[in-house]
Structures are given as C-alpha cells and as structure tokens.
C-alpha cells in the first residue's frame, strides 16, 4: 500500500480522534505488556492446563462483548460518550495490579475479567465517538490511525516485557504491577479531549427517541456474516502456544508478537484510508481468506520461519478487518443507534469468540493443534464466502 502525506493522514480527523488514539496507546503498551506473559505465567507458574487457558480467555472476551452492546445503547439514550469512556479505561487500568497477587487461576480469571468489564464499558461508546469526530468520508482512516495507534502500543508493551524481563530480571508478579504505570497515564490523557457534543440527530423518516431507531436489516445482516467468521477465530495465544511448541524460547515467542503487532500497526492506516476509497465488503472477504490463509498454515508447519511469515501475513488481515468492519458498521447505522450498532457487533462477535476460545482449546486438548487452527480456517472461508456472493448489500456513502 502507498505512503500517505503527513497532512493527508489527518485531514478530515478531530482532535479527539488524536487524543483517543493516544489513550489507546498507552492501554495497550500496559495490556500488551501482559498478553504474552499471562498463558505463559498460567501454565509454567500455575500449573493451569489448555482447557483452562481457553475458558479464562473466552470468559473474560464473553463478559466484554455483553457490556459492549448494553454501554453503547446506554449511551446512544444519554447522548454522551465520554464519560463510559473514562470509567471503562479506569475500571482496566486497576485490573492489572490484581494478576499479581494471584495464587491460582482462579484469581487471574477474576482479574481478566475487571480488565474486560473496563473494556466492555468503553469500546462502542468510543467507536461511536470516534464516527463524531471526523467527517464521514474519513470514518475508514479515522478507524484505522486510532488501530494504529492502539497496535503501537502492542509494539511497545512486550518489548518493555522483554526487557523487564530480561535485563533487569524482575518477576512475573512485578511485571503486572509495573503494567498499571501506563495504563494510568492513558486515563490521565482523557481529561485532554475537547468537550463532546451532545450526540447529534441524523435526519429520520420516523420521529422516535434516540436510542430507539431500529438498526437497519443489512446491518443486522452483516454482523451475522461477521459472526460466521468469529466462530472459528479463536484467542490468539493459541497462536503463541503454537510458537513455544515449535521450539521458540519465551523471550521470541514474546518478540513474534511484537513483529505481527508491527505489521499490523504499519498496515492499519493504509487499510482504513483504502476502504474509504474501495468497496469495504471486498477488502473483508481478502482478509478473511487471508486469516483462512494462516490458520492453514498454522496446522501444517513446526517451521520457526514459516511461523514468522504467518504472523507478518496475520497482520495484514487484522488491518484489513478490523477497522474496515467498524467503519462499515459506521455505514449502515446512525448517530442515533451507532452506539448500539457498534455494541451489536462487538457483543455478537465477542460472544462467539468465546465459543471460538472454548472449541479451540478443547480441539487442542483432545485432538491436537491441527484441529483448532483448521477449524478457524474453515468458518473464515465461510465467511469469505457469503460476503462474496453478496449477503451484504453495498451501503450509500
């Protein structure tokens, strides 16, 4: 993809845009900081088995993705987001201190799940404020500079695990505690945002109260196509697991993630400033195959460097979805109900992430990494599928 002007990135693009971006940011050097660490400190620390490490993550997913959509109609009916904002990224930055004083899993369970709450509280009230932020012709590059942003600091947290880790050798329970640092900073950052508008009302052929105009039937649509695909992609750190066991050492697992979170920062902004220009249904079928693409390949290499080749493929299709979708669900919804649209699909999607965590780590447990990766690959493809053959009507933009 070409390079695009510095000023060309931020035409169209409010200053709560930037600023949100920045709190992105510093979250996730905290939480990235933990994410390769956590199965790691679970299954050598804690003795938890695979089954365990796939319930914990699609439970903490699962409770995130129900408070999605209750936060974002809870906010469309107060026409504010910024304050679910504030109390969803305070409720995660206090839940990383907890994984220290972990003794089992239990507890660690508890503290993903204060990290999640957190998250559920602010991300369709964020995406929703993100849409009010820049001009409607930028929703794509607005989607994807805040994910580039917000995989910077993906970039950034396990680089400092490494050398947290590493060079000054402290323990898995300082880690978390270090972690907190970070993220307090990017709940700091929030008083910086230019005040909100009351969220403005779109033009509507009926007259009702906002939070109640009905989400349009190809929205609805979409998420289900988008669900298909969420039921085979499973948490990540099967992805990472995948790593140890072809012979990579903690420290390169942890530096395989930093080159995909890479990847995908560099490839994000492109992406959304595409999708502005391209049809978004396509740019997502690519991805989709692609995810398809390295699920396969995940099941048939032990290769360390092949390993590296999928998870620079990875990136790219997480820069060609993720922000493309919300911008696309940005499409077919309006000020009204964008926040309950946003919910819809991070609820549905979350909830079957869940299943997806869960599947994948019994397949893992009971049959072998082979099963899990191609089960992935399978609903990827059938959601590929359905998005091609037009089960989602082009939106007027």
Not at 267 to 273: D, E, R, V
Not at 293 to 321: E, H, K, M, N, Q
């Amino acid at each position: 993809m070409s390079r695009l002007p510095h000023a060309a990135v931020l035409s169209g693009l409010g200053r709560n845009v930037l600023i949100l971006g920045l709190v992105s940011l510093l979250t996730d050097v905290s939480s990235e900081m933990l994410y390769a660490v956590v199965p790691l400190f679970l299954t050598a620390v804690l003795h938890a088995p695979m089954s365990v490490v796939g319930v914990i993550e699609g439970a903490a997913e699962a409770t995130a993705s129900l408070l999605k959509i209750v936060s974002g109609w809870m906010s469309d009916r107060a026409r504010r987001r910024q304050p679910f904002v504030l109390w969803g990224y305070g409720l995660s930055s206090i839940s990383k201190p907890l994984m220290a004083l972990a003794g089992g899993w239990p507890m660690v369970l508890v503290a993903r799940l204060v990290d999640r709450v957190g998250k559920g509280i602010r991300t369709s009230p964020r995406d929703a404020l993100l849409v009010a932020s820049c001009s409607p012709e930028n929703r794509g590059k607005a989607f994807g500079l805040h994910r580039a942003m917000d995989t910077t600091g993906a970039v950034i947290g396990p680089l400092l695990s490494v050398a947290l880790l590493s060079m000054l050798q402290i323990g898995y329970r300082w880690l978390f505690v270090c972690a907190f640092i970070p993220a307090a900073l990017g709940v700091g950052c929030i008083f910086l945002m230019k005040k909100e508008a009351v969220c403005p009302r779109e033009p509507s052929p009926s007259a009702r109260p906002a939070g109640r105009v009905p989400l349009s039937p190809d929205l609805v649509r979409f998420v289900a196509v988008y669900g298909v695909f969420a039921l085979g992609n499973s948490s990540d750190v099967f992805l990472l697991l995948k790593a140890k066991a072809a012979g990579m050492s903690a420290n390169g697992v942890l530096l395989t993630y930093v080159f995909y979170n890479a990847v995908f920062a560099l490839a994000s902004t492109p992406a959304g400033w595409l999708s502005d220009r391209l049809p978004r249904r396509a740019l997502l079928a690519a991805g989709f195959v692609v995810f398809a693409c390295v699920y396969a390949g995940f099941a048939l290499t032990d290769s360390r460097t092949t390993i590296l080749v999928l998870f620079a493929l990875y990136g790219f299709y997480a820069a060609a979805t993720e922000c493309v979708a919300k911008a696309l669900v940005a499409d077919l919804s309006s000020a009204e109900n964008r926040g309950t649209a946003m919910g819809l699909m991070h609820a549905t999607t979350g909830l079957l992430a869940f299943a997806a965590s869960t599947v994948g780590g019994i397949l893992w447990a009971r049959v072998g990494p082979v099963a899990t990766f191609l089960y992935g690959a399978a609903c990827a493809l059938a959601a590929a599928t359905l998005l091609g053959f037009g089960a989602v009507a082009k939106p007027a933009r």
